[in-house]
């Protein structure tokens, strides 16, 4: 095996892209693939998409970093697009990804802990099967012991068995600063909160004084079909993370926190150089004019249910995890061979937990390319069908 001057830490498909327009994607040698994974749930737009384009290439030529020891208008624009895209009254920290959005609120519940609790507040609580990235702090949280295992120690958080109404109460006490979860574990399984779990938690956390933290990152703008998932349970949570999708595909991380907590942050606490580029937020700006404008939702409820049907139908008797365009089937053959035959289809999907093949299309896939899709996935999983009812 060559040696790569790379570290190993990824398991790299053998595929080399180097283009793509809308849901498709070719590679150096001309395949063109159906793009079903979105490099993660990031690529919301699609590739190559004409207002993201536009919006990148004339902040490219504006300028490009500033840092945080100046203004930056276009971090005002995007935060008050924000706060108003979560209808509660917020405030914004952006960051550069996910796992960065996680530290900020995390670092936010310690404040709120020590500043308005007295440091009465020591533990934090999340979800088993829950990831939040892999930065020490963020990985703390981690629902996986083998991802946490090999970098122990790390701070103590307590699990939460998922969806568990009764072990909420059991273990979200006074001594709690924050409970941390994904209303749709992306990579736990692609498993959805049950309903009225997240109302639950809010009530608990409000009598124990703790701070709700959903974690958004893959589920916001858009990727469920609302624009953020908490939207659809009718529960307000204290603080939002968001980044895969924000800026569909530059780099991004953004911490949406009510005011009450948001301005325990004052100079000197926290801060990132990146953090907010004038690119990051003309991207996630071009992102959000598509998003928000006029049916692009309606446009993701429908391809959803075209999709959750389909796959139904394809995987007939078996659940079809998670919400929009999020979704995961569980198979029985291992995924990573399910992915591979996938790929010979010219389909491009994803891993997950349990052994769990997660779909996730940029939001702008068209009815006839989630046709395409179910079909490039079906010569994938068949004839000789690694999915045997179990
Ligand atoms: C991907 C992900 C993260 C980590 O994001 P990075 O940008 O990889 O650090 C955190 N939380 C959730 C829910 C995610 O899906």
Same mark, same amino acid.
Request: glycine share 20%.
């Given at each position: 095996m060559p040696t790569s001057a @790379? /570290?190993?830490?990824y398991a790299r498909n053998p595929v080399r892209f180097v283009r793509g327009e809308g849901v498709w994607i070719e590679d150096d040698e001309g395949r063109r693939y159906l793009d079903a994974f979105s490099g993660v749930a990031v690529s919301a737009l699609g590739h190559a998409h004409p207002a993201l384009v536009r919006a990148v290439t004339e902040q490219v030529q504006q300028v490009l970093h500033v840092s945080n020891h100046y203004e930056v208008p276009l971090q005002e624009e995007l935060a008050v697009r924000l706060r108003t895209a979560v209808g509660f009254d917020s405030r914004v920290l952006l960051c550069n990804s996910g796992a960065e959005a996680i530290e900020g609120a995390v670092k936010l519940a310690r404040l709120h802990g020590n500043v308005r609790h007295g440091g009465r507040k020591p533990r934090l609580v999340a979800l088993q099967g829950g990831f939040h990235g892999r930065t020490l702090g963020a990985l703390a949280l981690a629902g996986n012991a083998d991802y946490r295992a090999p970098f122990a120690p790390l701070a103590p958080v307590d699990l939460l068995p998922f969806g568990d109404a009764e072990a909420v109460e059991r273990v979200v006490g006074h001594d709690v600063a924050a409970v941390v979860l994904e209303i749709v574990q992306g990579e736990g399984g692609v498993r959805s909160c049950p309903k009225g779990y997240l109302q639950h938690l809010r009530e608990v956390c409000d009598e124990a004084g703790a701070l709700l933290v959903v974690d958004?990152?893959? *589920? =916001?703008? =858009?990727? *469920? !079909? $609302? /624009? +953020? $998932?908490f939207q659809e349970e009718g529960v307000m949570p204290d603080v939002v993370t968001l980044a895969k999708g924000l800026a569909g595909g530059v780099p991004i991380g953004a911490v949406v926190a009510t005011p009450e907590v $948001?301005? @325990? %942050?004052?100079? !000197? %606490?926290h801060g990132t *150089? +990146? !953090? !907010?580029s004038p690119l990051a937020c003309a991207a996630a700006l071009a992102v959000l004019d598509v998003v928000e404008g006029p049916g692009f939702l309606d446009h993701v409820g429908a391809v959803s249910a075209v999709l959750e049907d389909g796959l139904r139908e394809l995987f007939s008797g078996r659940e079809v995890h998670g919400r929009g365009l999020l979704r995961g089937v569980r198979v029985d053959a291992p995924v990573s061979a399910v992915i591979d035959r996938a790929r010979q289809a010219g389909l491009v999907v994803g891993p997950s937990a349990q052994n769990t093949l997660r779909i996730a299309p940029p939001l702008v896939i068209s009815a006839d390319e989630v046709a395409e899709l179910l079909e490039r996935l079906a010569r994938a999983v068949g004839p000789v069908s690694p999915l045997a009812p179990a």
């Open positions: @790379l /570290m190993a830490n958004e990152v893959q *589920t =916001g703008v =858009g990727r *469920t !079909g $609302a /624009m +953020f $998932a $948001a301005d @325990l %942050l004052v100079p !000197g %606490l *150089t +990146f !953090g !907010g």
